[in-house]
């Protein structure tokens, strides 16, 4: 089983990146998709979901109208498209389909 993240990077504030998680070895298209970051000293928060019975979405108050989260089950992959990015937003990504994680992607917000 796998889950393995792409798409992190420096961005400068108010630009926008797209994380992507490429699922193996499971059956993806049964599993939730969601999203979690940490930033250093914190803790894990989980920023964006996505239910894989009815495609619910969920998203932090930290992020709603910014981040969207979508996936593509032919493909077994799950993205979170970020948008108005600020450096509070500067976190390790993690793609998580309970009970598997992906090894997380460094996403930096910085001038």
């Known amino acids: 089983v796998q889950l393995v993240e792409s798409g992190g990077g420096l961005v400068q504030p108010g630009g926008s990146l797209t994380l992507s998680c490429r699922a193996s070895?499971?059956?993806?298209?049964?599993?939730?998709a969601n999203w979690h970051r940490q930033a250093p000293g914190k803790q894990r928060e989980l920023v964006a979901s996505?239910?894989?019975?009815?495609?619910?979405?969920q998203y932090a108050d930290s992020v709603k109208g910014r981040f969207t989260i979508s996936r593509d089950n032919a493909n077994a992959t799950m993205y979170l498209q970020m948008n108005n990015l600020q450096p509070e937003d500067t976190a390790v990504y993690y793609c998580?389909?309970?009970?598997?994680w992906g090894q997380g992607t460094q996403v930096t917000v910085s001038s």
């Open positions: 070895g499971f059956t993806f298209e049964l599993y939730d």
């Open positions: 998580h389909s309970p009970p598997y």
């Open positions: 996505k239910s894989w019975s009815d495609g619910t979405t």
